[in-house]
DNA sequence: ACTAAAATTTTACGCGCGCAAAGTTTAAGG
DNA sequence: CCTTAAACTTTGCGCGCGTAAAATTTTAGT
């Protein structure tokens, strides 16, 4: 029994028989006292079950053990799974990362970078809102915080950027759809929000022009994060008014698909590959719940796993070495195809 | 110029030309200070860029301004939506918000508790992973933390409950799929990881032996968050053996309903309510992605502006005023009439 | 211009822990 | 048993700010 309640490290100490400067090394890493002191310590740990405070912790420490992980729009189930996959990678190594996401505001980015510099975190992980971010903020944040930037590419800032390679979706899905069918019109929004959408559509026109076909981009109206509604809403004018030369449309992301789909079922446009269906939809992303839209969407699937893994092992690299080099990793995109196209 | 980095309150005080006591008063509450003197604090603070050290703050204050949000499944753009809309209001009200998931793991939950406890936050708005929560951690949490529970009922735990009468959904879709056509079947997990599954049976149970139906409950096998797969997988494999009665098959939530559209469409189920379709399919929740499934999903639509409103706003009631009376705030769904059903 | 109230300053202590330096004990090796 | 390095303890300072009490100034009011 003894005394119930340890207030601070020094009870503990107190009451463990260690000195408490020992006791400190003691959470700050177990392995680095002697086997019997450990032991001790953890002894007393279930006995009194007290927990260093941890905001004295950090106001002394040069280094927290925080990270930030940054995301654009997180009710978007793909930066939620990236997110995910991330948070995960963190916390298994011994981190306490904190989830952020800017729900498409640059405003709301640049707070959330604010705040995050006063957490004086040991990294960063950052994918930006994109076009719309405050270009200047960002950078400034990146040099005082060892930050990678990923999905969202920004030239030279940061200690790295983990992405895709959006170059090369072009060509894989465009030989893909010409071999199997008419060569694809490509769907877009005409002021998109990330950087990628324009590296896509580049790839597309080239893909298109190698192959000695010409290449046409429909570009709909739409601001903001609602994809889905821009693609059905938007995407099913230009469907209703003929604006696709081609039977077959290519989009520039899964969510877009997503509500053109719902556009194609509206206007009763049969989608798929049987001889029966009017209609070709592919997308690019393999957003989680591309499986299962009716048809199920055929897509470029990004490599979550591969893009995870190396964005938090870079930044772990740089926090520990502190490598200064800027390091652009970028992952290629798989073919997933399904019945849509 | 003068002294470009400013370390502390001290040298920003002396430079700004007040004492440290007033500036500190002034961070907790720029209006408690005399309007000449926050004018000096604020000219002072554009030319040096000074903010108070967060830690030390928090070390000293016996509450602080955090906040904790812990949903079971972020990836879930039901929850990521709710959580993006709690959010948002706690950062309005001048808190500072943390978003934590628990995906769908137990002991994450657990440990996600643990490290909340440290953060010694204001409050905690839980929606706990249900079924599968350890009990008796989430209580002996809220004893110790003022906590607002939302989602997921657990009977007198926390300050308060806010949710949907899940109950209320049964009457409500049951009515309407009765007066439109076949009283529906209903299509869940054995095992629901969610509490509100269980209501919602009984609810379709009570509502159909009300309006003179038999009822017919169709559970099939998963364990997990994935609930497409499994609507997709084992919902198939139900309908393909005939197990549903009726022509008519309600959901116990979207995301189910979703894989089960899936499931139709590649059995060449026609969904819809058309004379040439054989089957129609309802969801409940107003899943973010319903309104895009093809066809759109006809569903029960929970309140996530109310739910999130209430539950801030409880949240913030029993923190001034700490209110002890355990409080449930239900609110009603609302049928969404689409065309799946 | 005089008084009371409000705002501010001064002074001083405490929060809980990191961390460095110097002295002491422990464990390993010959 | 002696040597030595490693581990530990002791001592003490510092981090940056909250906060209380008392002294002082400013403001508002008749």
Same mark, same amino acid.
């Given at each position: 029994m003894a005394k119930d309640t340890i207030r601070n490290m020094e009870e503990f100490a107190a009451v463990s028989g260690i000195s408490r400067p020992t006791v400190s090394k003691y959470f700050n890493d177990p392995e680095s006292v002697r086997q019997s002191t450990r032991q001790r310590i953890e002894d007393a740990l279930e006995k009194y079950d007290y927990r260093p405070n941890i905001y004295a912790i950090n106001q002394n420490? *040069? +280094?927290?053990k925080n990270l930030g992980i940054v995301v654009p729009? +997180?009710? =978007?189930p793909f930066f939620a799974e990236l997110a995910r996959n991330i948070e995960q990678r963190c916390v298994a190594a011994g981190f306490r990362p904190t989830l952020y996401s800017s729900y498409g505001d640059p405003d709301r980015e640049n707070d959330i970078l604010d705040s995050l510099r006063s957490l004086k975190p040991a990294g960063v992980l950052l994918a930006p809102l994109g076009r719309t971010s405050n270009q200047a903020v960002i950078e400034k944040f990146c040099n005082d915080v060892p930050t990678i930037l990923f999905d969202s590419f920004i030239p030279d800032v940061g200690l790295g950027f983990v992405g !895709? =390679? #959006? !170059?090369q979706f072009g060509p894989l899905i465009v030989e893909y759809l010409c071999r199997t069918g008419e060569p694809p019109s490509f769907l877009e929004? *005409?002021?998109?929000? #990330?950087p990628n959408a324009n590296k896509r559509r580049h790839a597309y026109i080239n893909a298109m022009e190698q192959s000695g076909h010409e290449p046409q981009v429909v570009q709909v109206d739409g601001e903001g994060w609602h994809f889905e509604e821009i693609g059905r809403s938007e995407g099913g004018k230009a469907l209703a008014a003929g604006? &696709? *030369? !081609?039977n077959t449309v290519l989009c520039s992301n899964d969510r877009l698909a997503i509500g053109f789909l719902t556009a194609c079922y509206e206007q009763n446009v049969r989608v798929g590959r049987d001889s029966d269906c009017q209609i070709r939809v592919a997308g690019q992303? =393999?957003?989680? &719940?591309s499986r299962f839209t009716c048809p199920p969407l055929t897509t470029i699937a990004q490599d979550y796993d591969a893009i995870s893994r190396c964005a938090v092992e870079t930044l772990f690299k740089a926090i520990e070495g502190s490598e200064n080099k800027h390091e652009t990793r970028l992952f290629e995109g798989r073919l997933v195809m399904r019945d849509s196209a």
């Amino acid at each position: 029994m003894a005394k119930d309640t340890i207030r601070n490290m020094e009870e503990f100490a107190a009451v463990s028989g260690i000195s408490r400067p020992t006791v400190s090394k003691y959470f700050n890493d177990p392995e680095s006292v002697r086997q019997s002191t450990r032991q001790r310590i953890e002894d007393a740990l279930e006995k009194y079950d007290y927990r260093p405070n941890i905001y004295a912790i950090n106001q002394n420490r *040069k +280094l927290t053990k925080n990270l930030g992980i940054v995301v654009p729009y +997180l009710a =978007d189930p793909f930066f939620a799974e990236l997110a995910r996959n991330i948070e995960q990678r963190c916390v298994a190594a011994g981190f306490r990362p904190t989830l952020y996401s800017s729900y498409g505001d640059p405003d709301r980015e640049n707070d959330i970078l604010d705040s995050l510099r006063s957490l004086k975190p040991a990294g960063v992980l950052l994918a930006p809102l994109g076009r719309t971010s405050n270009q200047a903020v960002i950078e400034k944040f990146c040099n005082d915080v060892p930050t990678i930037l990923f999905d969202s590419f920004i030239p030279d800032v940061g200690l790295g950027f983990v992405g !895709s =390679d #959006n !170059s090369q979706f072009g060509p894989l899905i465009v030989e893909y759809l010409c071999r199997t069918g008419e060569p694809p019109s490509f769907l877009e929004m *005409k002021t998109p929000a #990330n950087p990628n959408a324009n590296k896509r559509r580049h790839a597309y026109i080239n893909a298109m022009e190698q192959s000695g076909h010409e290449p046409q981009v429909v570009q709909v109206d739409g601001e903001g994060w609602h994809f889905e509604e821009i693609g059905r809403s938007e995407g099913g004018k230009a469907l209703a008014a003929g604006l &696709f *030369k !081609s039977n077959t449309v290519l989009c520039s992301n899964d969510r877009l698909a997503i509500g053109f789909l719902t556009a194609c079922y509206e206007q009763n446009v049969r989608v798929g590959r049987d001889s029966d269906c009017q209609i070709r939809v592919a997308g690019q992303d =393999d957003h989680p &719940f591309s499986r299962f839209t009716c048809p199920p969407l055929t897509t470029i699937a990004q490599d979550y796993d591969a893009i995870s893994r190396c964005a938090v092992e870079t930044l772990f690299k740089a926090i520990e070495g502190s490598e200064n080099k800027h390091e652009t990793r970028l992952f290629e995109g798989r073919l997933v195809m399904r019945d849509s196209a």
